[in-house]
């Protein structure tokens, strides 16, 4: 099965042609290639497919099997590789995800997409603003933000400490807390000023990340409506930066998609 590597903000896919392949069973392929000793290395996999409704769909899989909503840096990557393939004719398209349908910008230059604008739709509070809950019995406050996929925002005090945490340690008491039966995505954020902010992730199903695109979009909107930064502000990630948005109530979310090497895998 021929495949490549895309990473957006370092956050690294192995993605399927599906327009040409079939994938029979996704989840255990999944687990198999984000292996980064026994497979290729991956923070999941995701399908490009042809979609009934949409000009193309993105089928998005975790690094344990589980199967994902949405992802944004994916969704970039995706918009990269069906534009670039032809698989869509237009600079705007539409993308099918499992959090409904993106709309989609593409920059191009020299006729392939440099910069991809996600619209992500309307984001949701969906906790107290904020919320109390207790981490190894010691409190913390967060706020509850829904892009698609659940997320838990959480600040902290400076960006030595941001930098200091120890997820690989904490990061499942975060994920797999009892207030979140699905378990969740959690953001640690510092504020810079209100143009930047600074973010490490733990993703539910993948642990930690070198980047989250809906994460980047939770935080950010969960910061502007703190009133503690712009509508229009630059996340910085440990893999990159991206420019996220608010504008009439919808999330918009700029940001490039690179190739990192193509190959083929027996399954």
Not at 85 to 90: D, F, I, L, R, T
Not at 148 to 158: I, R, T
Not at 174 to 198: A, G
Request: hydrophobic letters at 35%; one cysteine or more; aromatic letters at 10%.
């Amino acid at each position: 099965m021929k495949f490549v590597k895309m990473q957006g903000a370092g956050n690294d896919y192995v993605y399927v042609d599906c327009f040409k392949e079939e994938v029979k069973n996704p989840s255990e392929f999944a687990i198999k290639v984000s292996d980064r000793h026994f497979g290729v290395g991956s923070d999941g996999l995701i399908l490009i497919c042809p979609s009934d409704i949409a000009d193309v769909k993105m089928d998005m899989y975790n690094a344990d099997g589980s199967r994902g909503l949405m992802c944004g840096n994916g969704s970039r990557c995706v918009a990269k590789y069906a534009y670039d393939h032809g698989y869509v004719k237009s600079e705007k398209f539409t993308m099918e995800t499992g959090a409904g349908i993106k709309y989609i910008e593409v920059d191009a230059k020299d006729g392939v997409a440099e910069y991809i604008n996600v619209n992500m739709g309307k984001a949701l509070i969906t906790s107290e603003f904020p919320e109390k809950i207790l981490i190894n019995g010691e409190e913390k406050e967060f706020i509850g933000i829904d892009v698609g996929n659940p997320h838990a925002v959480y600040y902290v005090d400076s960006l030595e400490e941001l930098k200091s945490m120890n997820l690989e340690k904490v990061g499942e008491y975060y994920e797999k807390h009892k207030r979140f039966p699905d378990k969740v995505n959690s953001e640690f954020i510092y504020i810079e000023n209100r143009k930047n902010i600074h973010m490490r992730v733990w993703e539910r199903g993948s642990g930690e990340t070198l980047a989250c695109g809906t994460g980047a979009c939770a935080s950010a909107f969960a910061t502007m409506k703190k009133g503690h930064c712009d509508t229009n502000v630059r996340v910085h990630l440990l893999g990159g930066d991206l420019d996220i948005s608010l504008v009439n109530d919808e999330v918009y979310m700029r940001g490039k998609a690179e190739y990192v090497f193509t190959g083929e895998i027996k399954f």
